[in-house]
């Protein structure tokens, strides 16, 4: 059985830009109304799953960040499940519409949980903590959904389901499913070590000291690398999320 190379690689797919950055999430479905002139059962499903998941993940760097010392996204009120906090005026609204009017696809991100690497209790190793803190936490949830998903899905007939459309799947299925899958993709795709993604914290740790000052200033200019790989090589984003798609399928299924 290998439904991440079946029902969840065609997900993936259609979804890939949005699932990218959370901002763009309800422009996202405004495109589908505008495009299809309907939004689907899965369509509803999919991003009312992405949603809190971006949260998670935000969230999670600034509660472990509080863990070590800083508070700062605490006292900015960033501990928050409101989604309204996490919006970036650029990443979550001006750069989404711009690029469906220009390409009908979408890529943003929500507002960066402020994080005072100063204030940290050991600063260097802590940062990688907070760093990796959302990556982790998509991969718990990824697994934790995946065998839930099998356990649920037995019970329905699991075999039956890569051949079942997915507007047909049951709907606790259906949320579990692509709860794993979007964690997936979440995870990976902020583990790419490139600034501002979170797999640079890594990066960062391992590099001299001597060498912070320059890397500080290169980082002031890593988000163009970032819009590089999404739109002028998504043929390397897709060969990565579906090996780890597929990879996660093995695990859980």
């Not at 935000?58 to 409101?82: F, I, P, Y």
């Not at 050991?122 to 803190?133: D, S």
């Not at 959904?145 to 047909?168: N, W």
């Amino acid at each position: 059985m290998a439904l991440s190379e079946g029902a969840g690689r065609t997900r993936f797919h259609h979804y890939g830009p949005w699932m990218l950055g959370g901002g763009a999430v309800l422009l996202g479905i405004v495109y589908e109304v505008a495009r299809k002139h309907i939004v689907s059962r899965t369509d509803v499903v999919y991003f009312l799953v992405l949603i809190p998941t971006i949260i998670i993940h935000e969230v999670s760097h600034g509660v472990v960040a509080n863990w070590c010392g800083d508070d700062t996204a605490k006292r900015a009120g960033r501990l928050s499940a409101n989604p309204l906090r996490h919006i970036d005026p650029v990443g979550s609204i001006l750069l989404p519409i711009l690029l469906i009017v220009t390409t009908g696809y979408a890529f943003g991100w929500a507002k960066p949980v402020p994080v005072d690497v100063g204030r940290l209790r050991h600063p260097r190793n802590q940062a990688v903590l907070v760093g990796l803190a959302g990556p982790f936490v998509n991969i718990v949830l990824a697994l934790a959904a995946g065998f839930a998903f099998r356990l649920v899905a037995t019970q329905s007939g699991l075999a039956s389901l890569s051949f079942t459309p997915l507007d047909q799947w049951p709907l606790l299925d259906l949320v579990l499913f692509f709860l794993g899958e979007v964690n997936v993709v979440i995870a990976v795709f902020n583990l790419i070590p490139i600034p501002p993604l979170d797999g640079s914290a890594v990066l960062e740790r391992l590099l001299p000291s001597s060498a912070l000052a320059s890397y500080y200033r290169l980082r002031s200019l890593s988000m163009v690398l970032v819009l590089v790989l999404v739109f002028a090589a998504p043929g390397v984003l897709d060969t990565i999320f579906n090996h780890a798609l597929q990879y996660w399928g093995d695990i859980v299924l």
